[in-house]
């Protein structure tokens, strides 16, 4: 491979992982997302500077031009990091729904025993549901933004 | 109400949690015991509940970080000066209980007591495989250098901590395997932790969180964290800063 373009190759991957290394510090990305990327960067930078691996890699699977192994293994990384995603975001849907779910059930838990116990003053307003959002509003949201600012 | 609480969590313990809950109210009779049911499929929350602890259920499985930090809320929530997290497996004697808290009392400069299985005076007790010993041995000798003071069992998740420690966890608590980052959080908000030696007991039932499969990725998310850690110069998270979800910020 060309000397100007791995000292290409490697700023640009030594960028990567140096924005990967300041998002984790400031805690923006969770080193368990971190690590996939540090995995792919190093792989990477690997290539890069250790000349002969690349073209040995290359050799090996009949690719006659190196730096396109170079872009084959990129492309097997991104592929890797995308699937890994898919997986990732169904789990956090998945979650999200459960979430929902029962956040919906101790509302109405909520409501039932507000109702049972005449504290929600007007019955027709927690009667339903949808107004419990509005018209409970004046109560809840507030007590959850000041949980908030206390907290964060 | 009491003044103390004890925090267990607990994945998928049926089989240990209700002796877990029974010793701790036999053994800490002032302690309110709750326990964070972390997305089990067992029974683990109704037979916590039989023993008489209250029951924090959450919706899915968190993680051992995650299902801490519920208890540290509910703590700072409920106005507890001194929390202290026992595992539901069992491991954890809650014999003990009573002498972290005596040790805090005596020596209130500390926010936060652990109890370690490496201190003379523990040595016939369970002190995990050959293997793990080694990985907890190096944390060990990390933390220590980057606190200054010495650390032996920086995994030891039996640790008793102050109102102050309960502030600061309920705020920030690292997500997967979180006890050696912990002490090093602690330590970057200047408040001080020590140890005092305890004998721990194999788990009776279950699995462990860090099954065969996972000491590498535990290892290697660990490290990576408290090398990153060294460089954040700041704790992000002292009042008026950043809300609890930080990575909600793009680019």
Same mark, same amino acid.
């Given at each position: 491979?060309?000397?100007?373009?791995?000292?290409? +190759?490697?700023?640009?991957?030594?960028?990567?992982?140096?924005?990967?290394?300041?998002?984790?510090?400031?805690?923006? !990305?969770?080193?368990?997302?971190?690590?996939?990327?540090?995995? +792919?960067?190093?792989?990477?930078?690997?290539?890069?500077?250790?000349?002969?691996? !690349?073209?040995?890699?290359?050799?090996?699977?009949?690719?006659?031009?190196?730096?396109?192994?170079?872009?084959?293994?990129?492309?097997?990384?991104?592929?890797?990091?995308?699937?890994?995603?898919?997986?990732?975001?169904?789990?956090?849907?998945?979650?999200?729904?459960?979430?929902?779910?029962?956040?919906?059930?101790?509302?109405?838990?909520?409501?039932?025993?507000?109702?049972?116990?005449?504290?929600?003053?007007?019955?027709?307003?927690?009667?339903?549901?949808?107004?419990?959002?509005?018209?409970?509003?004046?109560?809840?949201?507030?007590?959850?933004?000041?949980?908030?600012?206390?907290?964060? | 109400?009491?003044?103390?609480?004890?925090?267990?969590?607990?994945?998928?313990?049926?089989?240990?949690?209700?002796?877990?809950?029974?010793?701790?109210?036999?053994?800490?009779?002032?302690?309110?015991?709750?326990?964070?049911?972390?997305?089990?499929?067992?029974?683990?929350?109704?037979?916590?509940?039989?023993?008489?602890?209250?029951?924090?259920?959450?919706?899915?499985?968190?993680?051992?970080?995650?299902?801490?930090?519920?208890?540290?809320?509910?703590?700072?929530?409920?106005?507890?000066?001194?929390?202290?997290?026992?595992?539901?497996?069992?491991?954890?004697?809650?014999?003990?209980?009573?002498?972290?808290?005596?040790?805090?009392?005596?020596?209130?400069?500390?926010?936060?007591?652990?109890?370690?299985?490496?201190? @003379?005076?523990?040595?016939?007790?369970?002190?995990?495989?050959?293997?793990?010993?080694?990985?907890?041995?190096?944390?060990?000798?990390?933390?220590?250098?980057?606190?200054?003071?010495?650390?032996?069992?920086?995994?030891?998740?039996?640790?008793?901590?102050?109102?102050?420690?309960?502030?600061?966890? @309920?705020?920030?608590?690292?997500?997967?395997?979180?006890?050696?980052? @912990?002490?090093?959080?602690?330590?970057?908000?200047?408040?001080?932790?020590?140890?005092?030696?305890?004998?721990?007991?194999?788990?009776?039932?279950?699995?462990?969180?860090?099954?065969?499969?996972?000491? @590498?990725?535990?290892?290697?998310?660990?490290?990576?964290?408290?090398?990153?850690?060294?460089?954040?110069?700041?704790?992000?998270?002292?009042?008026?800063?950043?809300?609890?979800?930080?990575?909600?910020?793009?680019?």
């Amino acid at each position: 491979m060309e000397t100007r373009l791995r000292i290409a +190759a490697i700023v640009a991957t030594s960028g990567l992982l140096l924005v990967i290394f300041e998002l984790v510090r400031r805690k923006r !990305l969770m080193e368990r997302y971190a690590l996939l990327w540090l995995l +792919a960067g190093t792989t990477l930078i690997v290539l890069a500077v250790w000349k002969g691996l !690349l073209t040995t890699l290359a050799n090996k699977v009949g690719i006659f031009y190196p730096p396109s192994a170079l872009f084959a293994v990129a492309l097997a990384v991104i592929l890797i990091l995308l699937v890994h995603f898919s997986l990732v975001i169904s789990r956090l849907s998945d979650q999200n729904k459960v979430l929902a779910q029962r956040v919906g059930m101790l509302q109405e838990r909520l409501e039932a025993q507000e109702r049972a116990s005449g504290v929600a003053g007007d019955p027709a307003e927690a009667a339903t549901g949808a107004d419990a959002g509005a018209g409970g509003g004046q109560e809840r949201p507030s007590t959850i933004e000041e949980e908030l600012s206390r907290t964060g | 109400m009491s003044q103390h609480v004890a925090i267990v969590p607990a994945h998928n313990e049926a089989g240990a949690i209700a002796g877990t809950v029974r010793e701790i109210r036999e053994h800490a009779p002032d302690f309110d015991v709750l326990v964070i049911d972390d997305g089990s499929t067992d029974g683990t929350a109704a037979r916590a509940r039989q023993a008489g602890a209250r029951v924090l259920t959450l919706p899915f499985n968190l993680g051992i970080g995650g299902a801490v930090q519920s208890g540290y809320l509910w703590a700072l929530e409920h106005g507890y000066q001194i929390a202290v997290q026992v595992d539901g497996d069992g491991q954890h004697d809650p014999r003990y209980i009573r002498e972290l808290l005596e040790h805090l009392r005596a020596r209130p400069e500390f926010n936060m007591v652990t109890g370690s299985r490496f201190l @003379a005076g523990s040595e016939d007790g369970y002190r995990s495989s050959a293997p793990r010993r080694a990985g907890i041995g190096l944390f060990a000798r990390i933390v220590s250098v980057i606190t200054g003071q010495r650390v032996t069992d920086p995994t030891s998740g039996f640790r008793l901590t102050n109102r102050r420690g309960i502030e600061l966890f @309920a705020r920030d608590y690292p997500h997967d395997y979180p006890e050696v980052e @912990a002490i090093l959080l602690m330590h970057a908000h200047r408040l001080r932790s020590c140890e005092i030696p305890v004998r721990m007991r194999p788990r009776t039932s279950g699995v462990s969180a860090i099954s065969s499969t996972q000491p @590498a990725y535990y290892m290697i998310k660990v490290l990576l964290a408290v090398f990153v850690g060294l460089f954040r110069a700041k704790p992000n998270i002292d009042p008026g800063d950043r809300p609890p979800v930080t990575a909600e910020h793009t680019i």
